[in-house]
């Protein structure tokens, strides 16, 4: 047998009680950001809005109706800034609780009469409804911007929260549920509110799923990139090389002139600076697909995806006359550094990226010889320019 609407209520508010405690728990422990401090806030705004309207008939209706009310609204407004805020889009915390307030107006000074009741839930409805869509949407971005893939989970939830929520508008809109006493509805409303108990657990997991998945991701991001310049690393630039094999490929190496003369006179503040600048315009010239990985030391490698050499020496000496140009715009640097570039090409099919190297190596040592700030290719007795 179904529980009773009442009953439900309170199992609500014990519910999301349980789940804001655990989230603010999580949040002091100072392991995350502060969207479980918002999602926990959140949650417990609703537990406590869900019991009070339990108490219909129990206490004042200003209490339950208006305050219970009121209090669910601000709890759903807040589950979209929590999600905002993990996703690193919060707004402005004045202008989010002065819509709240807003919102929450129409429940106080335009349905607060006690027999409003279906005008009152189809108005909450509405608002939920919008607030979850809200959220889906937000989480859709997240998973475009991160590939959080666990985010498409909480799409597919509060996309559903959304259409239980139209539901309920559509019936209190026809007269099907409230009346005088809603706990006395129709089982069609007793079935949603025990649903909304299953989907306030289920995106609460979801989010700690899309907390999970993030930290593996920023681990994984960690272990494959330099950290001082944003680019691969030997093993994250290994990761790639499989899937290159097929590929026509050209391969930049490329050196830092006088970067221990940098270091020397200006410290190895200034060195990293020049690391960062280089690092810039390389990824400013390159493509989106093409690779950029520190080797060490002042050492880079560019990999260009299904370009022909020529075409990559048009690209490193583009690479060259840009960072020069930026390097100049330091008129406090007493040492310039320049580049020396190595060019080597490999045809499909031909996997053998070791050796690949090795002809780029050659022609980055014979721009060296001559005289360095110059673009070698390999097979070429001269400057590529």
């Not at 009310?69 to 993990?86: D, E, P």
């Not at 949603?192 to 657990?201: D, N, P, Q």
Request: proline letters at 3%; hydrophobic letters at 50%; aromatic letters at 8%.
């Amino acid at each position: 047998m179904l529980l009773d609407l009442r009953t439900i209520y309170f199992i609500v508010a014990v519910s999301c009680f349980v789940l804001g405690v655990l989230q603010l728990a999580a949040y002091a422990t100072g392991r995350f950001e502060r969207w479980p401090l918002w999602w926990g806030v959140s949650n417990l705004l609703v537990g406590v809005g869900s019991f009070l309207v339990a108490l219909r008939n129990l206490v004042p209706y200003s209490v339950s109706i208006d305050g219970g009310n009121v209090l669910t609204i601000a709890g759903y407004m807040l589950m979209f800034f929590a999600v905002r805020v993990f996703s690193g889009r919060a707004l402005d915390q004045r202008i989010f609780w002065l819509a709240i307030f807003l919102v929450s107006v129409p429940v106080v000074l335009i349905v607060s009469n006690p027999t409003a009741v279906s005008a009152r839930l189809l108005y909450v409805s509405v608002i939920c409804c919008l607030c979850d869509l809200a959220v889906a949407r937000e989480a859709v971005g997240i998973v475009r911007r991160e590939k959080l893939y666990s985010a498409a989970l909480l799409v597919g939830l509060y996309v559903c929260t959304a259409m239980i929520f139209a539901v309920r508008s559509i019936l209190a809109a026809t007269g099907e549920i409230g009346g005088p006493d809603p706990f006395g509805s129709s089982v069609v409303h007793s079935w949603m509110a025990v649903s909304a108990v299953a989907f306030i657990m289920l995106r609460s997991m979801a989010m700690v799923l899309m907390a999970a998945e993030r930290s593996r991701n920023q681990l994984t991001e960690l272990a494959h990139h330099d950290p001082l310049t944003g680019a691969l690393n030997r093993g994250g630039l290994a990761q790639h090389l499989p899937a290159l094999a097929s590929q026509p490929i050209s391969l930049l190496i490329i050196d830092i002139d006088h970067f221990k003369q940098l270091n020397d006179r200006h410290g190895h503040a200034a060195g990293d600076d020049m690391l960062r600048l280089f690092a810039s315009v390389a990824r400013g010239i390159m493509r989106s697909g093409d690779l950029l990985a520190r080797q060490g030391g002042d050492e880079f490698l560019a990999v260009l995806k299904s370009i022909s050499r020529q075409d990559a020496v048009l690209i490193a000496e583009r690479i060259r006359l840009a960072f020069a140009a930026a390097v100049m715009q330091r008129p406090d640097l007493a040492v310039f550094p320049t580049l020396s570039i190595g060019v080597a090409a490999r045809e499909e099919n031909d996997g053998d990226f070791e050796r690949l190297m090795q002809k780029a190596d050659e022609a980055l040592y014979r721009s060296k010889r001559e005289g360095r700030n110059r673009v070698e290719a390999c097979g070429e007795n001269q400057q590529a320019a």
